[in-house]
C-alpha cells in the first residue's frame, strides 16, 4: 500500500505564509510527478502546482511568483511553500503523486487527504 500524508494547513492573515509538506510511503519503487491542488467550496479541485522527478516546475497563473513547489527524493517528499497569501487562496489543498509502487510496471495517482488552509482578510 502507497500513502500520501499532508501536513502544514491553517489559518493565517492575508499577506501571510504557510508551508504545507507531503510525506509518501509503503511500497514505493519510484515516484514521477508531484503535485499539490486545491478545491474551495463549490468549487472544482485545481491544479496549484507541479514537479517532475527532474523537479521542472509548473504552477498556476494565480499563485506564481508567490508559491514555491519542492521536492526531496530521497525522502519522497514535496513541499509547497505559499507567501503573500489571499483570502481567495483558501481552499483544501491536497497532494498527488504519480507513483510505481514495486513489482508494477505503469504509475498509479495517489492523494493525500487534504489539509485546510483559511486565509482571513
Known amino acids: 500500500q502507497v500513502q500520501l500524508v499532508e501536513s502544514g494547513g491553517g489559518l493565517v492573515q492575508a499577506g501571510g505564509s504557510l508551508r504545507l509538506s507531503c510525506a509518501a510511503s509503503g511500497s514505493i519503487f519510484s515516484i514521477e510527478a508531484m503535485g499539490w491542488y486545491r478545491q474551495a467550496p463549490g468549487k472544482q479541485r485545481e491544479l496549484v502546482a507541479l514537479?517532475?522527478?527532474?523537479?521542472?516546475?509548473d504552477y498556476a497563473d494565480s499563485v506564481k511568483g508567490r508559491f514555491t513547489i519542492s521536492r526531496d527524493n530521497a525522502k519522497n517528499t514535496v513541499s509547497l511553500q505559499m507567501n503573500n497569501l489571499k483570502p481567495e487562496d483558501t481552499a483544501v489543498y491536497y497532494c498527488n503523486a504519480d507513483i510505481v509502487r514495486y513489482y508494477s510496471t505503469r504509475y498509479e495517482s495517489y492523494w493525500g487527504q487534504g489539509t485546510q488552509v483559511t486565509v482571513s482578510s
Open positions: 514537479i517532475s522527478s527532474s523537479s521542472s516546475t
